[in-house]
């Protein structure tokens, strides 16, 4: 089960490996499999305490980091402060805004926004190159997900928490949708940690170990019984990368609810000047199993002047690759999906303490309905469409 597939041998390889080290997990193998811990295994992470309310990008820098030093081998740090300001700046056109008097520390956040602000580019040089979503895993996938790409970032419910024979422990197997109120990173598992453990007792033994920022010193132990499917903020793995010298976008990421779809097939365009060497694509894919095909095309749309398909078994943010590197100026980036395409949507208010504002502009972003390319911010083609669209979620990343 591969999570970003191009049409190279590569990515092929990483696919035939973890598809047999998930048949190896599911016979039980051996007893190795019943324990693991991703910070007892070479992958370093330092455990720091949250800022107040920034367990949410604790638990996001613990998964980006171990997820670069396991696709990338790297030793990136990400500090919390810095991912707050990144976030939650005010100096920007569009993306998440905080309401007059909102103390940006204690307000917390969720995984959407560290992914729909940080695949744009952050810090020195960095990029999210990868967010997975692991709703509805099994926790056999799960386990394979830890190993292949790092910790597992999850929003829990934190109240029902005890302490036994010295551990901090949690079991909620009654969780509503939406009912959460911290965020932790899962970074391993025992399937023999006693059931009887847990301020609620467990059905069967076994715990997830996780990094819990309020508990920095020690593992946190979460039965197996707690459903992560169930909780609001999606369970996601993450990567950065600081292979890309630049990423040009227009939106501020994914927040509509439902991929746009004009039939079988859905392409969206981009617009843009930029000198350089183009050498990635990045979006989101809204479905498991999604084909894609990336053009790269003349400013009129005429002509294309690339083009490579891909495939993508899991639903998530991901970077393709071109497979040959080009020199650009100003240039198309259309993308065609089999599961309908990812766009930015309309301004909303999320809630009392927080907005979204969007902001597109003619000549930008496009999609094709009936042969024809439609500008994505006007209202006529709103209308079309039924439904308000702006930027398409495509991105541009060079290298040096």
Not at 321 to 342: E, F, Q
Request: hydrophobic share 35%; charged share 25%; proline share 3%.
């Amino acid at each position: 089960m591969s999570i970003r597939n191009s049409a190279n041998n590569k990515n092929k390889i990483r696919s035939v490996i973890l598809i047999f080290g998930m048949m190896l997990l599911l016979a039980g193998c051996s007893d190795d499999e019943k324990t693991y811990n991703l910070l007892e295994d070479g992958v370093e992470f330092e455990m720091v305490s949250q800022l107040s309310g920034t367990c949410w990008l604790c638990a996001s820098s613990c998964a980006m980091s171990t997820g670069n030093q396991l696709n990338h081998g790297g030793n990136i740090v990400l500090d919390q402060y810095e991912l707050l300001d990144e976030i939650y700046s005010d100096d920007k056109d569009e993306g998440v805004f905080l309401a007059t008097g909102v103390d940006k520390k204690k307000l917390g956040g969720l995984a959407i926004s560290v992914v729909n602000q940080l695949s744009r580019g952050f810090g020195n040089g960095l990029v999210l190159d990868d967010s997975i979503d692991a709703n509805e895993w099994t926790d056999d996938e799960i386990k394979m997900g830890i190993r292949e790409h790092g910790a597992l970032y999850v929003g829990i419910p934190d109240s029902k928490i005890g302490r036994y024979d010295g551990v901090v422990t949690m079991n909620y197997p009654d969780a509503e949708p939406g009912e959460f109120d911290h965020s932790i990173a899962v970074i391993g598992w025992d399937d023999d940690f006693p059931k009887e453990n847990f301020m609620t007792q467990a059905s069967k033994n076994g715990a997830w170990i996780t990094y819990n920022s309020n508990y920095p010193g020690e593992y946190y132990y979460v039965s197996y019984d707690t459903p992560f499917d169930r909780l609001y903020d999606t369970p996601c793995f993450m990567s950065v990368t600081d292979e890309y010298s630049q990423v040009l976008s227009y939106d501020c990421g994914h927040w509509m609810t439902d991929p746009v779809s004009t039939g079988d097939e859905t392409t969206t365009a981009n617009f843009f000047t930029g000198k350089g060497k183009l050498a990635a694509v990045g979006t989101y894919v809204l479905a498991n199993d999604t084909d894609l095909n990336i053009q790269i095309m003349t400013p009129d749309r005429k002509e294309c002047l690339y083009s490579q398909k891909y495939h993508a078994d899991l639903k998530g943010y991901h970077v393709f690759k071109l497979d040959t590197p080009m020199d650009v100026r100003a240039y198309v980036i259309a993308v065609t999906y089999s599961t309908g395409a990812p766009v930015e949507g309309e301004s909303m208010v999320y809630d009392s303490t927080a907005r979204i504002d969007v902001v597109s502009e003619m000549g930008q972003s496009y999609i094709l309905v009936d042969d024809e390319w439609l500008d994505m911010s006007e209202e006529t083609t709103w209308d079309k469409l039924g439904c308000v669209t702006n930027n398409a979620c495509i991105r541009a990343l060079y290298i040096e």
